[in-house]
């Protein structure tokens, strides 16, 4: 199995920033993309792509979030971070660490995993 543990949620203020963190373990050959979603409380809200980022370090970020969250991987340690600066109301959230896994050197298939989330408030 793999696990995944997120890190560096809280409240902060709007303006502020916060580092969130991503560690996967378990049973990896290799991780081809890691990346972070967020499903803010509002009812209805659905989960949303924020950011996105391969093994070779192509990165792929949402509109709402470019030029304020830059994400970033360690792929020798399996981890992926989520820099996250001039924080807004609106991004309060639970965010989601997601990893698409190769489990072993003898298949090709890959499965997705899920984080249990980490709370984002922005709040003053």
């Known amino acids: 199995q793999v696990q995944l543990v997120e890190s560096g949620g809280g409240l902060v203020q709007p303006g502020g920033s916060l580092r969130l963190s991503c560690a996967a373990s378990?049973?990896?050959?290799?991780?081809?993309?890691m990346g972070w979603y967020r499903q803010a409380p509002a009812p209805g809200k659905e989960r949303e792509l924020v950011?996105?980022?391969?093994?070779?370090?192509?990165?792929n970020t949402a509109d709402s979030v470019k030029g304020r969250f830059t994400i970033s991987r360690d792929n020798a340690k399996n981890t992926v971070f989520l820099q996250m600066n001039s924080l807004k109301p609106e991004d309060t959230a639970v965010y989601y660490c997601?990893?698409?896994?190769?489990?072993?050197?003898?298949?090709?298939?890959?499965?997705?995993?899920w984080g249990p989330g980490t709370q984002v408030t922005v709040s003053s």
């Open positions: 950011a996105t980022i391969t093994s070779g370090g192509s990165t």
């Open positions: 378990g049973s990896i050959f290799s991780i081809n993309v």
């Open positions: 997601t990893a698409t896994v190769r489990r072993n050197m003898y298949s090709l298939d890959t499965t997705n995993y």
